[in-house]
């Protein structure tokens, strides 16, 4: 239940626009069999969902609420040095940061720790990494379509492109609550991709659903904000166990990988034809850099060294 927007309800949907931040804003869901939320993000979201009379709960959260065994988190990786590392895959089970206030990851765990603690309603938490799909407002992979429309000689990649951030596609949330709404429970579930790619894979892929091949120029791991580091960027590995899923649900993917990206390439496309990208991918235009001078001025001194 986002903010007030213009859309069209599919057949036999009924849309109904709201904004959650208006007291009693999400009184239209009481009496449903199940209330799921894909944007919750503070306390108050948790205490409202609960507010509600409804059959049960599902929460969208992230993954990146998980901590390694030292304490360490996306929230605060710089590099290679201070990045967590997870055990390959991640189950459940992993420790998470503590509950607060202060960065993205720790206002999750807040909310989360609040619904999977309420004890009147079940209430499940679903936990996935780099989502992507049609209506996407973030759309990573404009990082790699952009290039590829604008012709762009090479492509740099810090980590040799090695980096593993495990993608999850919207098909295979909605597969998962699919699986929770029939059988209504407490409890925390990974969501990623059967297949997950490395970076390197993803320019390669994009590169060929576009029609363009690029020039690999592969580097070292580098800090965040540095040349070569895309959205999927990870010093170490960061992979989701699905073993829970399958095992209490009988979870199995919706859609690989392999087969969603071309058809979110092709979205991507359609949605920015004629129109100003950053208005299309408003939450992307706050992240996704074009920064073409600096990638060119460095690769001649690479070319140079």
């Known amino acids: 239940m986002a903010g007030k927007t213009e859309r069209v309800a599919p057949v036999g949907i009924e849309h109904v626009a709201l904004d959650r931040d208006e007291q009693g804003a999400l009184s239209v869901a009481n009496g449903f069999d199940l209330v799921v939320d894909v944007i919750p993000f503070e306390a108050a979201h948790a205490e409202q969902l609960l507010e509600l009379e409804t059959g049960a709960l599902l929460a969208i959260s992230s993954a990146s609420v998980y901590a390694d065994e030292q304490g360490r988190t996306l929230d605060e990786a710089q590099g290679v040095d201070d990045f967590p590392e997870f055990p390959i895959p991640i189950p459940e089970t992993q420790p998470t940061v503590a509950p607060g206030d202060d ?16 004890g009147r309603v079940p209430a499940a938490i679903v936990r996935p990494c780099a989502i992507y ?26 980590n040799r492109g090695a980096g593993h951030f ?72 960061m992979l989701v166990d699905m073993a829970k899923a399958e095992r209490e649900l009988g979870y199995r993917a919706a859609i690989a990988w392999a087969e969603a990206l071309p058809l979110q ?8 034809r004629d129109r100003d990208w950053r208005e299309v991918l408003t939450r992307g235009a706050d992240y996704l ?17």
């Open 133 to 158: 799909g049609a209506g996407d407002r973030m759309g990573r992979e404009w990082h790699f379509v952009k290039r590829a429309l604008d012709r762009r000689p090479y492509v740099v990649l810090t």
């Open 289 to 305: 850099q074009f920064d073409y001078g600096s990638e060119d001025e460095f690769v001649a001194d690479l070319a140079k060294a």
């Open 103 to 118: 960065t993205y990851s720790t206002k999750k765990a807040k909310l989360e720790r609040i619904l999977l603690e309420n």
């Open 166 to 237: 495990h993608t999850t596609a919207s098909e295979n949330i909605g597969e998962l609550v699919r699986l929770i709404a029939a059988r209504p429970r407490t409890g925390v579930f990974n969501c990623g991709d059967p297949d997950p790619p490395t970076v390197l894979e993803i320019a390669r892929a994009i590169g060929e659903a576009v029609g363009h091949r690029f020039e690999e120029v592969l580097l070292e791991p580098a800090g965040r904000g540095e040349v070569g580091q895309t959205p999927w960027s990870a010093a170490k590995p």
């Open 265 to 272: 390439v092709r979205w991507l496309i359609e949605a920015t």
